[in-house]
């Protein structure tokens, strides 16, 4: 209960400004595409030199709970998800938003993440030296056998073939082999210098995801033959909170993955939105209506990213290991303020972990209300003539492309996946799976490569993968996860129709 | 008239002379740029920032230095950047780990050598170390090179990556001990190595002297030897390789520095090497640095001219038995 004794130093008008400005910043540029968690916090390190610790840190806190959540924004509105934690979002979230229910997707979304996100921080409050072993409890082996669990979700990303989404799983996985090897360095398929880093997964995201729609507002042209016009719906936010308590069993599912996942270095914040969405649609009643449109598609996806925030940062404040990219920026700013994360960090300065810990807490609960506040608002982006909008989004997704790294480089790499990912949707194909190969590819490639150096040097390559209880639990989740994939798609065949299928 | 003109002729000359001479007077006019090849949050990426922040000030180089992170294939993606597409103007700075870069250009599949860059100035040095788990049997190197004798090829061992500084130290460990070793390199860099080290996924691990002293101080290893020609005053009661017996130099010794690409004008060149070093021997700076436990080590540009070339004779021997 300590954090509470700590509770009053958030309260201070300077913390709370920075509380604030961290919250209202973040969010701002987490829904800007382009712009992860992880540049985000690391554009606020510089403010931070010139503050006390504790105030920096409590800026960078604030500023990495709401970056997560304001990336919901972009993959709603735009279907630009900000990160690969937002993936899963546009699933739903944008259908919802064409459909005119942008603003009970948004609302839903902060509603979700606050909650998700609140459990995540109380579990870093509460469990972290439990957490710590499970977070070092994810060797090779299990990483592997994680990421071949990730690839069993295409199934269900795609919900109108399972051939196509396994086929376009194997295009991103051929995408991730693109430049130099993590582990020997080997060049691979470098045909442009715009590849010689490999395929950088901001701009694959921006281009996968946003250009299509962009080309087929083109098509459409100025006045268009099918110009619907879409009533922005009012959604009043009581309504989002019953929502949301009415499909508990989504915000359970989504808050419970991304809270265990979310520990997991290096794989965690990646795809616990992506494996949320896939669980709760395999458990939900209404599991057809995924990816039309359905409220609990969003608070999975939302309450999972969310609830990653604090578990993740477990390994780097008890271990001293920065789990994620974004936990080696916050890294960066202790150290630069001398304080060394580690077991003593809780009882050394306490006055500067417990503030920054509290100012997540209070950080989500200001992310969720200036996110409702905006949310009705800025739902009326769907009546933006497409002309327009196509112009719009088109910008941004140069802009949130280049900046990533100020390189050409990858606008081109985005303009190219872009163009070609609108000619395999014509063929019924979806960005979602090519996506989670391009993500998965290196963490299952770098990880079995690992593993098996390891392996050879010591026990074996069979011994090596296939003991333990953790290898065994995700090797048989992995077995059900396909088995449940292939006696959906022949339920489906035998009793319906082609068109209930693709609906 | 006509001595209006030959003045006139005279004055324009002698302006366009010195403007010649010159050149960059004024240099820097505008905000400059250092490229870092690792991502934020990163070793390099943390100490780039802290050495450059007092860049603005008068006596420094009077503009901001802004970070720029170009990140992948251990550094490779950015190098090869600053050396074929970034503009030799002064304005672009490049930050070089060696002997990453100068391995991975001996080693081949990159557009640069150390011909592609000019060394301005060296800000850190950061020594390998070997450690392993808090709870490990081993207590020494004479104890982890005795279990390798026994299982040839069956100790296993974490680093950042290959053709890295963690790697060159390893090579240099097989061959000053005469043993066959399993050098295990991760693909989430300095952190990921440790991480596994930690876990006991591996018997030990090479890491950075800094990463290494903090994870000391978190109680989760034990460091039992520096690969460095002195002992570190960070960690001064862990004896180097060369106290137990084996003849390793400074070859691994990680030196991060700044360089601008070659064909950067001469003056724009001997302005930075005069400037920088002071820049980093900032009091503020040294007290940042040595509050996030980064070792300094302030060389100029010759001394560093030097050490490159050191460096490419060392390691040409080093990697041609790979």
């Known amino acids: ?503 | 008239m006509r001595n209006w003109i030959a003045g006139a002729v005279i004055a324009l000359t002698a302006m366009a002379g010195t403007a010649m001479a010159d050149g960059h007077g004024d240099y820097p006019e505008r905000p400059i740029m250092l490229m870092v090849s690792y991502g934020a949050g990163g070793a390099t990426d943390f100490q780039a920032r802290i050495v450059t922040m007092t860049a603005g000030n008068e006596d420094a180089l009077n503009m901001p230095v802004a970070i720029l992170n170009k990140s992948g294939a251990g550094g490779r993606v950015g190098w090869n950047w600053l050396a074929t597409q970034a503009e030799a103007d002064g304005y672009t700075l490049g930050a070089y780990n060696v002997p990453h870069f100068i391995a991975q250009s001996i080693e081949g599949g990159v557009d640069y050598s150390t011909d592609s860059f000019e060394p301005i100035a060296n800000w850190g040095a950061d020594p390998a170390v070997f450690v392993v788990a808090a709870d490990s049997k081993f207590n020494s190197m004479s104890d982890v090179i005795a279990y390798a004798t026994d299982n040839p090829g069956g100790l296993t061992f974490s680093g950042a990556g290959l053709f890295v500084g963690h790697h060159i130290a390893a090579l240099q460990l097989e061959k000053a001990a005469g043993v066959e070793l399993a050098y295990i390199p991760n693909n989430a860099g300095g952190a990921g190595a440790m991480r596994a080290v930690i876990a006991g996924e591996v018997l030990g691990g090479v890491n950075n002297l800094s990463d290494a002293f903090r994870a000391r101080e978190a109680g989760t290893v034990k460091i039992l030897g520096v690969f460095d020609l002195e002992r570190n005053a960070f960690i001064d009661d862990v004896p180097t390789m060369m106290e137990q017996g084996y003849e390793i130099d400074n070859a691994s010794v990680n030196y991060r520095g700044v360089m601008v690409p070659a064909g950067t004008p001469q003056p724009i060149i001997d302005h930075l090497a005069a400037v920088v070093p002071t820049m980093f021997e900032n009091g503020r700076v040294a007290s940042r640095m040595e509050a996030g436990g980064s070792p300094m080590h302030i060389m100029n540009r010759e001394e560093v001219l030097e050490m490159w070339a050191q460096r490419q004779v060392t390691l040409e021997a080093l990697l041609a038995d790979l």
């Open chain 1, 1 to 503: 209960m300590e954090f509470l004794f700590y509770m009053g130093d958030v309260f201070t008008p300077i913390n709370f400004g920075l509380l604030l400005l961290g919250t209202i910043g973040g969010l701002i540029l987490g829904a800007t595409p382009g712009l992860s968690p992880t540049m985000t916090v690391a554009l606020m390190i510089p403010f931070t030199f010139k503050l006390e610790p504790q105030q920096g840190l409590i800026l960078l806190g604030a500023a990495y709970t709401s970056t997560v959540a304001g990336g919901a924004v972009s993959a709603i509105l735009l279907k630009i998800p900000g990160a690969p934690a937002n993936i899963a979002t546009t699933l739903d979230g944008h259908t919802m938003a064409q459909k005119g229910e942008g603003a009970k997707a948004l609302q839903l979304s902060f509603i979700a993440s606050a909650i998700g996100g609140l459990f995540g921080v109380f579990l870093l409050i509460f469990l972290t030296p439990v957490l710590a072993q499970w977070a070092l409890a994810f060797g090779p082996s299990e990483l592997f056998w994680l990421a071949i669990l990730g690839v069993t979700v295409i199934g269900t990303l795609d919900s109108s073939s399972v051939v196509k989404g396994l086929l376009s799983g194997c295009i991103g996985l051929w995408l991730a082999t693109i430049g130099f090897d993590d582990i020997m360095g080997a060049q691979r398929f470098i045909f442009h210098s715009s590849v010689s880093g490999g395929i950088n997964v901001i701009p694959a995201l921006i281009g996968l995801f946003a250009i299509p729609q962009v080309i087929t507002m083109f098509a459409k042209g100025p006045k268009g033959t099918d110009a619907e016009i879409i009533v922005v719906q009012h959604h009043p936010i009581g309504k989002a909170f019953n929502e949301i308590f009415s499909r508990k069993r989504a915000l359970a599912i989504g808050t419970a993955i991304g809270s265990v996942i979310g520990l997991i270095p290096g794989v965690g914040g990646q795809i616990a939105g992506l494996v949320a969405y896939d669980q709760s649609k395999k458990m939900s009643s209404e599991s057809a209506k995924f990816g039309t449109g359905h409220p609990e598609g969003v608070i999975a996806a939302e309450s999972a990213n969310n609830a990653m925030v604090g578990p993740s940062l477990v390994p780097l404040l008890t271990l001293s290991i920065p789990g994620s990219p974004t936990a080696a920026v916050l890294l960066g700013g202790l150290l630069i303020h001398g304080i060394f994360p580690g077991p003593t960090l809780f009882t050394q300065y306490p006055q500067v972990v417990w503030p920054f810990i509290n100012s997540m807490l209070i950080g989500q609960i200001l992310m969720c209300v200036f996110g409702l506040l905006i949310a009705g608002w800025a739902a009326n982006v769907a009546r933006v003539p497409p002309a327009v909008m196509a112009a719009v989004v088109l910008g941004l997704a140069v802009f949130g492309s280049y900046s990533v790294q100020h390189s050409m480089g990858d606008v081109y790499v985005m303009a190219s996946l872009g163009l070609g990912m609108f000619f395999l949707e014509r063929f019924g194909f979806s960005a979602a799976p090519l996506v989670l190969g391009l993500i998965l590819g290196p963490i299952a490639e770098a990880n079995f490569m690992q593993g098996a150096m390891i392996a050879n040097a010591t026990v074996g390559q069979m011994a090596y993968f296939f003991t333990g209880w953790l290898n065994w639990l995700l090797i048989l989740i992995v077995v059900a996860s396909i088995g449940y994939s292939i006696w959906m798609e022949l339920r489906q065949r035998r009793y319906t129709t082609k068109e209930d299928a693709q609906a």
